[in-house]
């Protein structure tokens, strides 16, 4: 049976897992944790994909229920710190080296070490909305609608995760 809708769903999905995917990953910090994100925010977006009315765009709409299955899937790990077990996230702070030599390198892995500490150290909100603004390069507006709330509450959070963040790596200045 062709279903024009599975079939539009399924045109969707090859467009923009990677993306959705990427996305997800810089959020959770694990490779994971992000398919388990991605697939339960497809599976949402099947479910609700006959009620997309187009108004947004295609992306904007994935692009919220991924924020809310990332929020989801990051508070639940908070409530079972058993669960929580962070595995460093190669992307996050990919430092370019002209020349890689052991000392650069060594310095990177460090540094992409307190990075990736430094983010599982964020509330989830703090963590998506510091990802959507500085990976995905959001404006406040966008990140308050995707993540459904207030441009105030939105700003709030981004400087909580950049404050973390800047102490997490405040040590490692005076060694440059």
């Given at each position: 049976?062709?279903?024009?809708?599975?079939?539009?769903?399924?045109?969707?999905?090859?467009?923009?897992?990677?993306?959705?995917?990427?996305?997800?990953?810089r959020?959770?910090?694990?490779?994971?944790?992000?398919?388990?994100?991605?697939?339960?925010?497809?599976?949402?977006?099947?479910?609700?994909?006959?009620?997309?009315?187009?108004?947004?765009?295609?992306?904007?709409?994935?692009?919220?229920?991924?924020?809310?299955?990332?929020?989801?899937?990051?508070?639940?790990?908070?409530?079972?710190?058993?669960?929580?077990d962070?595995?460093?996230?190669?992307?996050?702070?990919?430092?370019?080296?002209?020349?890689?030599?052991?000392?650069?390198?060594?310095?990177?892995?460090?540094?992409?070490?307190v990075v990736?500490?430094?983010?599982?150290?964020?509330?989830?909100?703090?963590?998506?909305?510091?990802?959507?603004?500085?990976?995905?390069?959001?404006?406040?507006a966008?990140?308050?609608?995707?993540?459904?709330?207030?441009?105030?509450?939105?700003?709030?959070?981004?400087?909580r995760?950049v404050?973390?963040?800047?102490?997490?790596?405040?040590?490692?200045?005076?060694?440059?």
């Open positions: 049976m062709n279903d024009p809708n599975v079939e539009a769903f399924l045109t969707l999905v090859e467009r923009h897992r990677r993306y959705m995917y990427n996305l997800a990953l959020m959770t910090g694990n490779e994971q944790d992000a398919k388990d994100v991605v697939q339960d925010s497809l599976l949402n977006a099947f479910v609700s994909f006959d009620r997309f009315e187009g108004r947004a765009d295609l992306r904007t709409w994935l692009n919220r229920i991924l924020v809310n299955c990332a929020l989801d899937h990051l508070r639940g790990l908070r409530r079972r710190p058993d669960m929580y962070p595995h460093p996230i190669s992307d996050v702070a990919d430092i370019a080296s002209f020349s890689p030599d052991p000392e650069r390198l060594a310095a990177s892995a460090d540094c992409r070490r990736t500490t430094a983010m599982h150290g964020m509330s989830p909100l703090e963590r998506v909305t510091f990802t959507l603004r500085h990976f995905e390069g959001m404006s406040i966008e990140i308050a609608r995707n993540v459904g709330i207030s441009n105030t509450a939105a700003k709030q959070h981004i400087f995760a404050r973390k963040l800047r102490l997490a790596l405040e040590p490692h200045r005076s060694n440059q």
